[in-house]
């Protein structure tokens, strides 16, 4: 009997310091989701009083958790605002249509099911092998502007996250030579509907990680998911082996993108090189480069370079 209670004990009791550490760990990770969401939010204007937010929900992990996080907030927020949630059924072949209206429903809010057999086009329109990704994402942005247009809806929140426009930056440098990404708030090209991107700083291993512990009804894209040589596929593995093997070099990317220096850069329609002149005037914003390094800044550099220096 002695053994039995010493053998067993343990275990009980690591089971139990697990399960809290699990606990400990969703109640932080929840917290941040909220706070991250909220703090893009409040950064770029997304949600005024009285907006109706149409919050696009597509079956996969990200809207999913847009949804969730932004269902949480409204519940605490200092502003009143209405939220509908909206799916485009595409009419893939398999897709289980009666996924995402149980969900919703359960969830009990208000939401919008829209049936568009936009995937019998794309299919028509794009050669075997090709990716489909403009044509399909065109088709289903037309959609929901209109849809939009019919509920009322003052915004439309989609679910993108940190990572997707990290990606969608060096898809642009390396294949479109623009320095451009997916901006966390826009106008719509005809003037009509503002977009929003709530999760803009949030990263994709929490949604991963939120997803799992929410237990979502993922919905997997039969139309683009197959499609393995993607080159946003590549640029997001690209990121991954970053991200696990040099800590820290994500987060600095994404903030270097809200910390840009246009006179260090060579557009010439965002700094008037060709206007610029020597002033004598000193500018506390300007090129430090030929300024005598500081006794503090020396005392931290290379050996070799103090040598130079002296």
Known sequence: ?????????????????????????????????????????????????????????????????????????????????????????????????????????????????????????????????????????????????????????TKVALGHHRDDMLQTFFLNMFFAAKLKSMPPKLVSDDGKHVVIRPLAYVAEKDTVRWAQHRDFPIIPCTLCGSQENLQRKQVGEMLREWDRKYPGRIENMFSAMQNVVPSHLLDGTLHDFKGLKATGVADENGDKAFDTPSFDLLSQAPAALRIVQG
């Open 1 to 153: 009997m002695n053994a039995v209670w010493i053998d067993e004990a343990p275990a009980a009791a690591d089971a139990t310091a697990n399960s809290l550490k699990i606990e400990r760990e969703t109640h932080k990770l929840e917290k941040r989701l909220c706070r991250q969401v909220g703090q893009a939010i409040v950064d770029y204007n997304m949600i005024e009083e009285g907006d109706k937010v149409m919050v696009c929900v597509s079956g996969g992990k990200d809207s999913y958790a847009l949804l969730d996080i932004l269902l949480k907030l409204k519940a605490r927020a200092p502003i009143h605002f209405d939220i509908v949630a909206v799916n485009l059924d595409q009419k893939q072949p398999g897709f289980p249509e009666e996924v995402l209206p149980k969900y919703l429903s359960d969830l009990g809010v208000d939401f919008h099911i829209e049936n568009q057999d936009t995937y019998s086009i794309v299919k028509r329109v794009i050669p075997e092998g090709k990716t489909t990704c403009g044509l399909c994402s065109r088709l289903r942005r037309g959609i929901l502007y209109r849809v939009a247009d019919e509920l009322g809806a």
